[in-house]
């Protein structure tokens, strides 16, 4: 199935920018160590989209730790959030060093517990370096938008197919002929995206925007010699289970991001995937790792 020619378009009026997006990234304080987010993104199973959770507790560590750059997160999802109430996050200092600073925040929402995460952050430091190269791919102007896909995938099958759940982020996939409408030879993909309009120059919000970008598609690596990822959504309930962010170098979320994403394992109704995000100069600037639950849906 050859890759349909890019038409690079979409209804402005679908888009979420400025203001609106920022609202849902970035959570309001509301106290001392205490934040509100009122503007939740849900997502196929009618909860709030993960990523969200993973932007949220980026931002309120960084506002916890001013001048210090985001170096890792990491989440466990306990109970799904649902769209309302808002949710609170809490954060609480472990270790406040001359390099590192580490807190432990808490999300509830009406008394549940949603999520636990440990973040850390640090000072710019000195020492070995060396790092993966990046993948040699095609760069993402030769490739279909998830809007091009869809129109494919219909002609293909008949059938409606929605791949972009957020019209807000730009993401093309790389040999999407070999995983989108059948099991792929091997438990990887590999994509670009970004986010599509220009973020304020402010770290922090680069930062939460990374996180919240680390958990779009990513787990589809844990499916990809199994099922098809345009019927995947629709014939399972596929739920993560926690995720891990490290962050080698400051980058752009609204800069092109290119994610190569594998899965070592999958079994016991959970999928592990784990993944290398380069920037478009090819400098590797953060490693992911994700668990997830994955079972069919019920008829």
């Known amino acids: ?25 970035c959570p309001v304080r509301e106290g001392d160590q205490v934040w509100l987010a009122h503007r939740l993104d849900g997502n196929l199973n009618g909860r709030v989209f993960g990523g969200q959770l993973l932007a949220h507790a980026a931002w309120v560590g960084l506002a916890s730790t001013p001048g ?21 996050w809490e954060a609480r200092p472990l270790q406040q060093g001359s390099r590192y600073s580490t807190f432990e925040l808490n999300c509830t929402q009406s008394q549940r517990m949603i999520a636990t995460a440990q973040f850390t952050a640090q000072v710019p430091g000195q020492g070995f370096l060396h790092a993966q190269a990046a993948p040699q791919v095609p760069p993402p102007e030769d490739l279909p938008t998830l809007e091009d896909l869809e129109a494919h995938v219909q002609a293909q099958t ?5 791949l972009q759940s957020r019209p807000w982020l ?27 309009d220009p973020l304020p ?5 680069h930062g939460a ?27 399972l309930y596929v739920a993560s289970l926690n995720h891990a962010l490290w962050v080698y170098a400051p980058c752009r979320a609204d800069d092109w991001l290119l994610f190569d994403v594998h899965s070592p394992r999958a079994g016991d109704g959970r999928g592990l995937a784990m993944g290398s995000l380069y920037d478009r100069g090819g400098r590797l600037v953060a490693s992911v790792a994700q668990e997830m639950a994955c079972s069919l849906r019920e008829p």
């Open 68 to 88: 210090r750059h985001l170096s890792s997160l990491r989440l466990g999802f306990l109970q799904g959030a649902k769209l309302d109430p808002a949710l609170r």
């Open 1 to 25: 199935m050859p890759n349909p020619p890019p038409t690079h378009s979409l209804p402005e009026a679908t888009r979420l920018t400025g203001d609106g997006l920022l609202g849902f990234l």
């Open 170 to 196: 730009d993401l093309r996939l790389i040999d999407s002929h070999e995983f989108l409408l059948q099991p792929s030879s091997q438990p990887r993909i590999r994509y670009w995206l970004r986010v599509r």
């Open 209 to 235: 925007a990374l996180a919240y970008l680390s958990d779009f598609w990513f787990n589809y690596a844990s499916l990809a010699t199994h099922q098809g990822v345009a019927g995947a959504r629709s014939q």
């Open 158 to 162: 008949g059938e409606p197919c929605a």
């Open 201 to 205: 120059d402010d770290p922090a919000v």
